[in-house]
């Protein structure tokens, strides 16, 4: 498995401790998991992902992982001394990729232009390559941006071309924010409606407003 989001990935953070209370981590998530089904949030997938407490050898800790895009949120939940401790992190990928994406890149483009010359001559398969090359990539782009929202975080992380491309088919727009910040509120509601469910089954005091919520991090900016 992987090291967990760098923290400077981070867009938002939330986390509460439960004094003199008992909880299962597992059927917390457990519970998390049907609150977010039960939202019928579009494009969520949820798993399990084991991120280390510390260094390369140190154990593990199981989180709850909520996947839209290229948004990831981490749900943790485990006892504390003799409280139960509650917390989220939501972070937005980035890609490792976008230098190995900028050479296969390179190198297609060269191989697209050799073979179309040795077909159509040297002026033609120019031709046809300068305007062919662009039209069936902005024709695939556009495809697969309707398929599965994050698929080109690696172009988008290439050098030099990463910014024109971001710039000419993922720029942020206010319904990439907004969808982005409903898909925060949807799984922070889901959360805090386990963590109410168990506070008021258990006699447990309720959260208050300021201590639910979230701490962001410049998150129109991702």
Not at 84 to 92: D, E, G, I, M
Not at 152 to 169: I, N, S
Request: net charge neutral; proline share 4%.
């Amino acid at each position: 498995m992987a090291n967990a989001p760098a923290l400077n990935d981070t867009l938002s953070h939330w986390y509460t401790l439960m004094e003199n209370f008992r909880a299962s981590p597992m059927e917390f998530y457990a519970s998390v998991e049907t609150a977010i089904q039960k939202r019928e949030v579009p494009d969520c997938e949820i798993s399990r992902a084991d991120w280390r407490e510390g260094g390369v050898l140190s154990a593990r800790r199981e989180y709850l992982r909520v996947s839209r895009g290229r948004h990831n949120f981490d749900v943790c939940a485990a006892p504390f001394g003799t409280g139960f401790f509650v917390s989220w992190w939501l972070s937005s990928t980035q890609s490792s990729l976008g230098p190995l994406t900028l050479l296969l890149l390179i190198v297609g483009l060269v191989i697209a232009i050799s073979l179309a010359m040795a077909a159509f001559g040297f002026f033609w398969g120019l031709l046809i390559t300068v305007i062919g090359v662009p039209l069936l990539f902005w024709m695939f782009v556009k495809f697969m941006s309707t398929a599965k929202e994050g698929w080109d975080d690696a172009l988008v992380a290439m050098p030099f071309l990463g910014l024109v491309y971001e710039r000419l088919f993922r720029p942020e727009t206010y319904y990439k924010m907004d969808t982005a910040l409903m898909f925060q509120e949807a799984i922070r509601n889901s959360v805090l409606e386990v963590v109410d469910g168990l506070t008021s089954a258990k006699g447990v005091r309720a959260l208050t407003e300021l201590e639910r919520k979230p701490i962001l991090r410049e998150f129109h900016r991702r």
